[in-house]
């Protein structure tokens, strides 16, 4: 009965949810490109440039007893690309990384001290083609509560936590645009609080949604 009834109680957003829900997709679909050409398709020339940079993104549901969260970062004001946005923890796949998981969790390590002992990879995203030029692999883990992060200062001004719940609702997503080198750019946006969350960073959450819960 006490089974059943925590069963029962079980959160819609919680990290089994989460889990079970990557589970029943498995690698359906993952042969996909997407990126910022979908909502921009006179850029579909991203996704065949063969110049690309491979890199991996830590996309880390926390197992909050209240509800999942997710892990993000504010990139550093100085770094080159993407400065002072809203992302998930990773960058380029480096020779040493035996796979897009090894190099997310390095990655996660090095710019917020995220401690893999406590992370489980549990599935990927289709590949994400930004307009910077790199082919990012979204690597999806679960996180065990406990753990400690410490920013890198020279790549990360800030870490938080989002709830998932807020994430995957569809009415925190608004389609924006702007004029960029003279033609309109569209894109997502996720405003929380005083954090702006758009660019690859919305697109990939927007893919997650679009997977997991739409």
């Given at each position: ?20 829900r ?7 679909g993952?042969?996909?490109r ?36 997710i ?35 390095r ?26 030029g ?8 679960l ?18 936590e ?34 702006f969350?758009?660019?690859?960073t ?11 819960y739409?």
């Amino acid at each position: 009965m006490a089974e059943a009834a925590r069963e029962n109680a079980r959160r819609p957003f919680d990290a089994r949810d989460f889990a079970e829900r990557v589970a029943s997709i498995g690698a359906e679909g993952l042969e996909r490109r997407l990126g910022d050409h979908v909502l921009n398709p006179d850029l579909q020339q991203l996704a065949e440039r063969p110049d690309a940079r491979a890199a991996a993104v830590l996309v880390p549901v926390v197992d909050r007893e209240e509800g999942a969260t997710i892990i993000l970062t504010t990139r550093a004001k100085g770094l080159r690309n993407h400065s002072g946005q809203v992302a998930f923890p990773g960058g380029s796949i480096d020779p040493g990384d035996a796979s897009p998981e090894a190099a997310a969790l390095r990655e996660a390590r090095e710019e917020i001290a995220l401690d893999p002992a406590f992370v489980e990879t549990i599935g990927r995203l289709p590949v994400y083609v930004s307009g910077t030029g790199f082919v990012i692999t979204p690597v999806l883990a679960l996180v065990r509560p406990g753990f400690a992060l410490a920013p890198e200062p020279g790549e990360v001004a800030d870490v938080f936590e989002v709830p998932l719940s807020f994430l995957m609702d569809a009415a925190n997503h608004t389609r924006e645009s702007r004029m960029w080198q003279g033609r309109e750019r569209h894109y997502y946006v996720m405003p929380f609080g005083e954090r702006f969350i758009w660019g690859v960073t919305a697109g990939i959450i927007r893919t997650l949604y679009e997977r997991l819960y739409a």
